[in-house]
């Protein structure tokens, strides 16, 4: 983990209230495995806990990454005020990553996400693609107007969408998408999934017992690096015991957490 | 003798600086980012007798300047910390200060026995004002009788000195500080998080799953100045002060009310580079305000008051 002051390269809205933020610095050179994070502290004095955003893209040969985000409280609102050029103190990255070398050319694969919790799997879908996996991704959005990334996904495998009110491709959530998939397809090498904690219950569910879920948590935290005990979950080996998002997390194995 | 070096009872620090119990893990977390040996000293998490999983998730709230918890003093237990979380601190040259806490007087002098034979371990802070667990913690901070009671279990087994950490969340301090002197405390860390609560709008419900949490940040140093000013002036038994500590003002302002060394919670989230940016930077900041050392700046104040 290193800090760095890292440049706003560019920002721009690309629904409402999401917005993606291109941040440059030596930091990327650390950045080396999808669905690991950053940790942003809010340029405002009194907003004290930095914010854990997960990379949407990482771009070696450019010194880039790119996050997206949503707006829903002071913090993000912040975050996406800031303007190309300004300055941003960023920790990271953090986070073990998802585990893809088991995934071999042709094997198909599922990328699972909802909402805010797809930005992540961008940067795994393209570095599946490299690999030469056959992707579907499944992704789950509120309305059609909420949508974002949709050719960008397109280019990397098959896309499916759900939509809540069926404002877009399918109506319902990632759950009844997955369903359909699951009837069309071979069984997945592996299956990857970021989203609310509903949709990885149920992901977790189809799969039961299948070797290569990985399951991408969200907790609320403080540190970041496992310091301050915040973003723990329930380890479903011994319940007893848990396990911290942050440092162990945020991608766990299926089995490994209670969600 | 550097101007930074304060000496307390049990701990010889090469400077004041010190990350506050709770804020920085069983401090290998951070050995990842940098020289502990950099650190005056290390207040580790709360150590009780067996394991405690904690309270339920969310855990943590933001607020204006600061920041609410309710982890519910999470950690592996007494038999765990000795065998594997102190001695993985031995490498580094630097005095551990083992926060202990219980549920009963019987847990706090189980663990202050052993506690002590790990051998970096050169200070004892007794928690007597978890704000965030039902049974133990701020039951033993609010009333002087019970406080003093338990100074007294924990120095009478105790092979290290015992500094007891006292509770914001108190009519007045310092009838408690008083009793813990009387107890035979060695020392007072100061201040604990206050008690606090936020609502979520949307929910109307409690946005940490505990209810309530504990208060802690910049947002509440007028409050730790305030109570470190009192509580000096009425003991003679040394203050390591924390409370909202974020610079090197901060820093000397809390050893002007009273306190001896400074502990930095928090912050630590928001940078975790913080320890070692004040330490360097203390110096400059005592030559621009006349400040020869911090053991003369400490009998200033004494003398003074």
Not at chain 2, 85 to 96: F, G, R, S, T
Request: net charge negative.
């Amino acid at each position: 983990m290193l800090q760095e002051m890292m440049t706003v390269v560019n920002q721009k809205e690309i629904a409402p209230d999401i917005f993606e933020m291109t941040l440059s610095g030596e930091l990327v050179k650390e950045m080396t495995k999808p669905g690991q994070f950053i940790h942003i502290r809010i340029p405002r004095s009194d907003l004290l806990m930095r914010r854990p955003i997960s990379l949407a893209e990482i771009d070696h040969s450019n010194h880039t990454c790119k996050i997206i985000y949503r707006t829903d409280g002071e913090g993000t609102t912040v975050l996406s005020q800031l303007k190309q050029n300004d300055l941003l103190d960023v920790l990271g990255p953090l986070g073990n990553g998802f585990e893809i070398e088991m995934v071999a050319p042709g094997d198909v694969v599922y990328v699972i996400g909802g909402g805010i919790g797809i930005p992540p799997l961008y940067q795994l879908g393209k570095e599946l693609f490299a690999k030469g996996a056959t992707i579907y991704f499944l992704n789950g959005f509120a309305s059609k107007e909420v949508v974002y990334y949709e050719e960008e996904f397109k280019k990397l495998g098959e896309l499916f969408i759900a939509t809540d009110d069926g404002s877009c491709s399918i109506k319902g959530h990632v759950g009844n998408l997955m369903e359909e998939i699951v009837l069309q397809t071979k069984t997945p090498k592996a299956v990857f999934a970021c989203g609310p904690s509903g949709l990885l219950r149920s992901v977790e569910e189809r799969f039961d017992n299948h070797p290569h879920v990985y399951l991408s948590m969200e907790e609320r935290m403080a540190c970041g690096i496992g310091a301050c005990y915040a973003c723990v979950c329930p380890s479903k080996k011994d319940p007893a015991k848990n396990k911290k998002v942050c440092d162990e997390g945020p991608i766990f194995k299926s089995g490994e957490v209670i969600i | 003798m550097s101007r930074l070096n304060v000496s307390l009872p049990g701990l010889d620090l090469k400077n004041p600086i010190m990350p506050a119990s709770g804020c920085f893990g069983f401090g290998d977390e951070y050995s990842k980012y940098y020289d502990l040996s950099l650190l005056g000293a290390i207040m580790v998490k709360a150590t009780t007798i067996t394991m405690r999983y904690g309270n339920p998730t969310p855990r943590v709230a933001e607020t204006p300047s600061g920041m609410l918890n309710a982890i519910g003093l999470q950690n592996p237990g007494l038999e765990e910390v000795m065998r594997n979380q102190l001695p993985a601190l031995e490498k580094w040259d630097v005095p551990i200060i083992a926060n202990v806490a219980g549920s009963s007087v019987e847990d706090y002098v189980r663990v202050c026995e052993k506690i002590g034979d790990a051998p970096n371990v050169k200070a004892i802070e007794l928690n007597i004002s978890c704000p965030n667990v039902k049974e133990g913690g701020i039951a033993f901070g609010t009333s002087a009788g019970i406080a003093k009671e338990l100074t007294m279990a924990a120095k009478s087994v105790a092979k290290v000195p015992v500094y007891v950490k006292l509770s914001p969340n108190v009519t007045s301090i310092v009838p408690i500080a008083k009793a813990v002197e009387a107890g035979g405390a060695d020392g007072i860390t100061m201040i604990n998080t206050l008690l606090g609560m936020r609502l979520d709008l949307k929910t109307r419900q409690p946005i940490l799953a505990n209810g309530t949490g504990g208060l802690s940040g910049p947002g509440i140093k007028p409050v730790a100045i305030r109570m470190i000013h009192e509580v000096s002036r009425a003991v003679d038994i040394p203050i390591i002060g924390m409370g909202g500590v974020v610079t090197v003002d901060d820093v000397l302002e809390m050893f002007l009310a009273g306190a001896s060394a400074v502990a930095v919670g928090t912050m630590n989230f928001t940078d975790p580079f913080i320890c070692p940016t004040l330490i360097d930077e203390l110096p400059k900041r005592m030559d621009e305000l006349g400040i020869e050392s911090l053991e003369t700046l400490i009998r200033e104040v004494r003398e003074a008051r």
